[in-house]
């Protein structure tokens, strides 16, 4: 077990767990809620406007965005690719986490600067795409 899931199961481990199976949406872009989850096994599909932007996996935190941004809207469409066990924390558990447990933060951010990365990769590489298709 890598240390990002054993920081995410411990603090989520009395939390209560939700399964998801394979195909059901979590939640959807646009949508107005309130919540952040943690996998606790199992892989979850993100889309934007549609289409993949990324796969996350037990050990992976989610769903930050709607809890820090004041409209609590989704940025993405989240859908269990596998059977998938998610652990949610609301607002007032999620920032309990983060002051009881500073390397859970630290992970935290450092998945999501990892996902900001990944994306970034991918979005030069089509940016170089179109630039050349257009030549």
Avoid at 46 to 61: M, Q, S
Avoid at 91 to 117: D, K, T
Wanted: net charge negative; charged share 20%; glycine share 8%.
């Amino acid at each position: 077990m890598n240390n990002m899931l054993m920081t995410t199961v411990r603090l989520f481990e009395n939390r209560d767990e939700i399964i998801y199976p394979p195909g059901k949406v979590i939640f959807q872009e646009g949508e107005n809620s309130i919540g952040v989850f943690g996998i606790v096994t199992g892989e979850v599909d993100f889309y934007l406007h549609g289409n993949l932007i990324e796969t996350l996996h037990a050990g992976d935190v989610f769903g930050m965005g709607a809890i820090l941004h004041e409209d609590h809207l989704r940025a993405s469409t989240a859908i269990a690719k596998t059977e998938t066990r998610l652990a949610c924390l609301d607002r007032e558990h999620f920032l309990f986490a983060i002051q009881e447990a500073p390397m859970f933060a630290l992970q935290v951010i450092q998945g999501y600067s990892n996902r900001y990365r990944r994306l970034k990769t991918l979005y030069q590489a089509e940016l170089s795409r179109v630039a050349v298709a257009n030549r």
